[in-house]
């Protein structure tokens, strides 16, 4: 199946419905050109019952995580973009990108606080300006992948190239295979 029979099965929202749908901040960063949004419903906003309803596969769904960390005496936050069929390497690859002493993934309530959006939808658009944001390298292997749109309700299709070309995006080795132990 090709990628334009995909977006025609999605429910697309267009760009001049965008603010209707997504918080006003992740509309705000997204960038014009090479990002359909559409619907889901809320019963399969989670990877793996997204990936079973739509058919993407698993890698090529990017969940953004919400972590954070001590360095320098002070408290900070970072995004992780990294594909569901990997896993993160928070103590090794991570840690050592962030240049961090110690990291911790935020807390539901702290996540969905610090970037005003829903549990299960963050994204990596719209984020407070001081979070560094880091891709993991495999991300950008991928043809196109899905993120979340800042709300449940909502998906980004977007090709990595629109990742790798935005400024905030910092491209990093940060997972291992799900097999590797």
């Not at 698993?58 to 594909?83: M, P, Q």
Request: proline share 3%.
């Amino acid at each position: 199946m090709h990628s334009h029979e995909f977006v025609q099965q999605l429910d697309v929202i267009t760009a001049d419905q965008w603010g209707a749908h997504l918080p006003a901040h992740v509309v705000e960063q997204l960038p014009a050109q090479g990002i359909t949004v559409f619907g889901v419903t809320d019963d399969a906003s989670d990877t793996a019952a997204f990936s079973a309803r739509y058919g993407f596969g698993l890698e090529d769904c990017a969940n953004t995580i919400v972590i954070r960390y001590k360095k320098d005496g002070g408290e900070h936050y970072a995004a992780l973009v990294s594909l569901g069929s990997r896993r993160l390497d928070v103590n090794g690859a991570v840690k050592a990108v962030l240049g961090a002493q110690r990291l911790s993934f935020a807390q539901r309530e702290t996540a969905v606080e610090h970037s005003r959006m829903e549990f299960g939808g963050i994204t990596a658009f719209g984020l407070p300006q001081d979070w560094r944001i880091l891709v993991d390298a495999a991300v950008m292997e991928r043809m196109q992948i899905v993120m979340g749109a800042g709300v449940r309700a909502a998906k980004l299709l977007l090709s990595p190239e629109v990742l790798r070309q935005w400024p905030r995006c910092e491209v990093a080795e940060l997972t291992l295979p799900l097999s590797a132990e």
